[in-house]
């Protein structure tokens, strides 16, 4: 059963920089890219960032475009996303995915979803 658990949410104002981090379980984490999206109120869910099963080359939203970075370590199971610089509008709750299909550079994405955590950005 596959299990992510997303952490390292909180309150930061702006300017200021987090860390999360998602924990996979119950699948071969190297097999598979993951993905961090983000959902804001009254908004819908979007794609942040993605990184191939080998880490490598990765994509980012637009609006997040050298300011965030994903990376994965394989051998923790982990999937982190660096953020910094951040915006009253980076505010929502952050989620990491699975790719549906092993040994693909991206989605197209799982259709559940984890708890999240929630990111608040405000002075």
């Known amino acids: 059963q596959v299990r992510l658990v997303e952490s390292g949410g909180g309150l930061v104002q702006p300017g200021g920089s987090l860390r999360l981090s998602c924990a996979a379980s119950g699948f071969t984490f190297s097999m598979y890219a993951m993905s961090w999206h983000r959902q804001a109120p009254g908004k819908e869910r979007e794609l942040v960032a993605a990184?191939?099963?080998?880490?490598?080359?990765?994509n980012y939203a637009d609006s997040v475009k050298g300011r965030f970075t994903i990376s994965r370590d394989n051998a923790k199971n982990t999937v982190y996303l660096e953020m910094n610089s951040l915006k009253p509008e980076d505010t929502a709750v952050y989620y990491c995915?699975?790719?549906?299909?092993?040994?693909?550079?991206?989605?197209?994405?799982?259709?559940?979803w984890g708890q999240g955590t929630q990111v608040t950005v405000s002075p």
């Open positions: 995915n699975r790719a549906k299909i092993p040994r693909t550079r991206a989605g197209p994405w799982l259709d559940s």
């Open positions: 990184i191939p099963s080998a880490g490598g080359s990765t």
